[in-house]
């Protein structure tokens, strides 16, 4: 396998340069000036940490790639990049320019707050706090920056924190988890004065919900309620857009997605795989009737720039976070530190959004994100198979305080909230994890204790997660990691490659994983546009099975892996501050209802065969 070899781009030469750069920045650049003479050695380089998704760099001031200069207006986004939201409210009053500097994430452009003029009065208070606290921000984060009046019916959104909450609502309604997040009256001090970014106006009841911007399908027509055009082609006129995981190619090392067991050996490179498992994804979804676009293509980035043109982006985020050092760093240290920050913001933050610019041209019903799993695997030349073999599916959510500081980051929780995205993703999710637990019997991924990630509902397969593409991919999207690549039990799969009919690996006749992978992902794809949703509009609880709610300060969401699987996950104790519940007496006789179907049985349902 040919690699790519990682230039020094930032020298030891250039130091002299770069700290006066940041301290003109502020933060740490006297300290990083000061240790410049104690370098005589040539520089060295580092890959980026190993993690098993796209991480989402961002910090609490603008970080774009040529930073405006102090009391200038940021630039407005491109056509490419805006929101398909639409809508213009010339009487809307948002931030002037000059007296307010949106706070942005890594390379983000700064929100239109006039895009979510057209979803006035189209959804209920109640609604909107209910998916908010049970899915973009259970710890209580988003109120940070959100303040209610229950009086007008508005919630107001701020470019600063508030003071957190110090008590909790009370339940809406007898049998209703309590809104635990959201303060029930304001501060009784006056508050300090904040940046008002948006006000949104809900509808009064039920009743008073007007019409709202519908953009996809199912919702704009669901093929159940309709006589069928062609049965052999269910997918006929929905749009979908294949985004394969990772660059892959000579690109795979600086991604740290790449690995051999040792010289000589079979190499697995993650974004050769994805790419190999989308193409057979893209020819049945294409027999099926369904329309397909892709975000990249193989083996080249989709962004122009290169790690040397993100230096002034790493300088600053370098510059921001100041204290990410105990003791000042040598001149190693940061040459070191700013190349991997300008690696990560290359593969990991301009490739995603130069590949976010194609949703708005495509104009997707669905975009499904594939990606393969792994678990540390040592170094490169040394790698090592590990036992944990598992599946997950991520919806977007699940947003932390740092996050939400950022004014792009609380746009999206906005839009996605308001064009009702969490429930198509959560359907969606529900039918392709399924099929994946049928076909290829592993467990589900655990996440015990993580306060980044949140088990949604019943399906222990489905996370909500906030991942750089399914935020700002406004589009559903299905974002799939498939089995662990450095796994006993599918690295053997993995670097037997893609073939067709069966080959005998490990004793067992088998299909190529990508092939299977992809007939997975259709089969779901399928059920999702042609069967009526197990979560209609969430109103199934999507808590989890367990006390309401999970306690946000540890988010102990998942009980410990349970061998053998797949047995259900035991009851959560009762807290030792309240009586136990009895346990209700079984309904041996009676059978569940046959209109409320669960959202997810267990075990999974067969996987349905569609002529694959």
């Not at 209703?176 to 970014?197: C, H, Y």
């Not at 309620?225 to 690109?251: E, S």
């Not at 589900?444 to 750089?468: H, I, K």
């Amino acid at each position: 396998m040919r690699r790519r070899t990682l230039s020094s781009h930032i020298s030891i030469a250039a130091l002299p340069a770069l700290c006066g750069a940041i301290a003109l920045l502020g933060g740490a650049g006297a300290w990083m000036c000061r240790s410049h003479a104690q370098v005589t050695g040539p520089s060295t380089n580092t890959l980026a940490t190993n993690t098993s998704a796209e991480a989402t760099p961002s910090s609490s001031s603008p970080s774009t790639l040529r930073f405006p200069a102090p009391g200038t207006a940021p630039a407005s986004p491109s056509a490419g990049e805006t929101r398909r939201a639409g809508g213009d409210d010339a009487a809307a009053k948002l931030p002037e320019a000059g007296r307010y500097t949106p706070k942005l994430s890594s390379l983000a452009t700064a929100p239109d707050w006039k895009q979510l003029e057209p979803y006035q009065r189209t959804m209920t208070r109640e609604e909107f706090v209910r998916w908010i606290d049970q899915i973009y921000a259970p710890s209580g984060a988003f109120w940070r920056y959100a303040e209610i009046d229950a009086k007008a019916e508005t919630l107001t959104l701020y470019g600063e924190a508030g003071p957190a909450p110090a008590t909790n609502a009370p339940a809406s309604a007898a049998g209703t988890p309590p809104a635990t997040n959201r303060p029930a009256e304001a501060p009784s001090a006056p508050p300090a004065p904040r940046t008002r970014l948006f006000t949104l106006h809900f509808a009064r009841d039920a009743t008073d919900v007007r019409p709202r911007p519908v953009h996809f399908r199912p919702e704009k027509e669901a093929p159940w309620t309709l006589p069928p055009r062609d049965p052999a082609k269910p997918l006929d006129g929905v749009r979908i857009l294949l985004d394969p995981g990772h660059i892959g190619g000579d690109w795979a090392g600086m991604e740290e997605r790449f690995f051999q067991l040792g010289v000589g050996k079979p190499a697995v490179v993650e974004g050769d795989l994805t790419w190999d498992t989308c193409y057979h994804v893209e020819r049945e979804l294409k027999a099926l009737g369904a329309d397909v676009a892709w975000t990249k293509g193989r083996g080249e980035p989709s962004t122009p720039l290169r790690p040397k043109d993100l230096r002034d982006a790493a300088i600053k985020l370098i510059a921001d976070g100041s204290g990410y050092y105990p003791t000042p760093p040598t001149a190693q240290d940061l040459v070191k530190r700013l190349n991997r920050e300008a690696n990560s913001l290359f593969y990991r933050t301009a490739e995603i959004r130069a590949r976010a610019v194609q949703v708005p041209k495509f104009k997707p019903d669905l975009i499904i994100c594939v990606h393969y799993n792994a678990s540390p695997w040592g170094y490169e030349r040394r790698a090592m198979l590990n036992d944990v073999d598992r599946l997950v599916v991520f919806v977007n959510g699940m947003y932390s305080l740092g996050e939400l500081a950022n004014d792009d980051q609380k746009f999206a929780v906005m839009f996605r909230v308001l064009a009702r995205i969490t429930p198509l993703e959560l359907n969606v999710s529900d039918r392709v994890s399924a099929e994946m637990a049928a076909s290829l019997g592993l467990p589900p991924e655990t996440y015990r204790g993580s306060q980044t990630m949140r088990q949604m509902g019943a399906n222990p397969y489905v996370f909500a997660r906030n991942l750089l593409a399914n935020r700002i991919f406004d589009a559903p999207v299905v974002y799939v990691e498939g089995p662990y690549m450095n796994s006993k039990t599918s690295y053997p799969r993995f670097v037997a490659g893609d073939y067709e009919g069966e080959r005998k690996i490990d004793g067992k006749m088998v299909p190529s994983l990508l092939r299977e992978m992809a007939q997975c992902i259709t089969r779901g794809v399928v059920h999702y546009f042609t069967q009526p949703p197990r979560n209609l509009e969430g109103k199934i609880p999507l808590a989890g099975p367990s006390d309401w709610p999970w306690p946000p300060t540890t988010n102990d969401l998942v009980p410990a892996p349970l061998p053998p699987f797949p047995p259900p996950p035991p009851p959560r104790p009762p807290s030792t501050n309240a009586p136990a519940t009895p346990p209700a007496p079984a309904a041996t006789n009676a059978p569940p209802p046959a209109e409320t179907p669960p959202w997810y049985a267990w075990p999974p349902p067969a996987a349905t065969n569609f002529g694959f």
